[in-house]
């Protein structure tokens, strides 16, 4: 286990990050070829961080940050983290709809915008405004402000929220302690520069940018994943060593992009997280790529990020797992009484270590549901093998009945999925009058296939009764590329 922190107050996170900086660190922004330098980081985020304390906020304020896939959206979030505040990361189309509400749901005292013309609100509000990147027109601050392990760094909206979401409390301790947890397991060298599509607002997105700035390494910003070719041949033309998905972002890169003509010689590591991927699209990226190794992981917001990973010494023997905790947490199967299972079991994923937040933002109710004792019960049911790796078995919300009997969403979206001629599936349920509840599929087939309803029919079990196979053009997604499982009913 190992690895505990000292209470001091000097542990704030982005100055950590300051320190760590190698003379080759750089954030390039891809698409304009920009690229500032390690000294460059340095003078931006601590730009930032006076500009906002001479704005009159004091450490331990909220500061609402709009992000874009791009380096300026980092520097402002560590620059508010270095002057001891805390950042509220929203992602930047999200601004006019819902940042009004979300600073005054936090109180925020200042709002970071890329561009001008963003948060017309801010002035109405009476808040102050601050627009792109720190230059040095304003006073760096030298001396970063002192924070305490338990102090709060940052709070993190969840994944896949509708509407104003719910913020996760990470301290700096918090992001120290996963952060090191994820260099361990990927094995970071000091020369990493990570190609990253995934906003800075979502907390896989964060973590990128976290462990590879920690090891000394760069962060390339691509935002033209519409476009998967434009970001693989940025890869090649960076030098990326690492790029992180969710398994649409794979099953794009798979089905719609030219992945097996370009060459990207210098990538080693493929990181996915977000839900479970396909095995056979697992199998068919080592295929297509086979000198990069792949990492499947399992994580959430409530623990900073990640929680367990699948090293890929172990890909072939455990592929379908989630692979082991990360070496400081601790993973356990539980009962509905909170009782821990035994391998092989199923039960609710609890989950206890330095990286697990103390709960949600002004919400004590649905924090005292999911937090207990430094436990986070991660709502996710899996089992433990004899080995310790963990399996995860879908969603506790992911379940129905057909005829009395339990029927995993995520098992029937596996299974759907290795079907031949499915590019991408989603499962809900919908109601049957005589099986009670029945499956509704939604599948978008690969280019060219044929009889695709006919062959899912045939694939599935007959005691999932299966009203509706519908073929779509796309699934609906979240903005972190997530299927938005609660749209689907809408499409029936």
Known sequence: MGHKMSGSSDLNFADRVLRRLSPNSQLVDAPSGQAISAAEIRDSVTSAAAAFLSAGLQAGEPVLISCGLNPASTLAYLGAMYAGLVPVPLEDRSIETIGESLASKT??????????????????????????????????????????????????????????????????????????????????????????????????????????????????????FMFPDKVLRAIDTYGCTTFAGVPTVYNILIGRSSIRSISMPGLRRFLQAGGPLASKSIQTMREIVPHAEFFTMYGQTEATSRISCLSPARLTEKLGSAGLALDNLILRIADEAGEELPEGQIGEVWVKGPSICDGYFEDREETERKFSDGWLKTGDLGALDQDGYLWIK???????????????????????????????????????????????????????????????????????????????????????????????????
């Open 107 to 224: 109180r925020s005292k200042a709002v970071w915008t890329e561009k001008a013309g963003q948060c017309t609100w801010a002035k109405q509000a009476g808040l102050p405004h601050f627009v792109g990147r720190f230059e040095s027109r304003y006073n760096c601050l030298r001396v970063p402000a002192g924070r305490a392990e338990t102090d709060l760094a940052a709070l993190m909206p969840t994944s896949g929220s509708t509407g104003v979401p719910r913020l996760v409390r990470v301290t700096h301790g918090n992001l120290l302690a996963n952060t090191e947890a994820i260099v361990r397991s990927q094995v970071l060298g000091a020369d990493e520069r990570a190609m990253l599509i995934l906003p800075l607002n979502y907390c896989f997105g964060a973590s990128v940018i976290h462990s590879h700035l920690y090891q000394g390494g760069s962060v390339v910003f691509d935002p033209r």
């Open 394 to 492: 879908g969603r506790k919300g992911d379940f129905m009945k057909i005829r009395g009997i339990r029927v995993s969403l995520a098992e029937v979206e596996a299974k759907v999925a290795a079907t031949p001629g499915v590019y991408e599936c989603a499962a809900a349920s919908i109601p049957h009058p005589e099986a009670g509840e029945a499956l509704a599929l939604f599948i978008v087939p690969e280019k060219g296939a044929n009889d695709v309803p006919e062959r899912v029919r045939r694939a599935i079990p007959p005691q999932w009764t299966c009203s509706a196979v519908n073929l779509v053009a796309d699934l609906p997604k979240t903005a972190n590329g997530k299927i938005a499982r609660y749209l689907l009913k809408t499409m029936v």
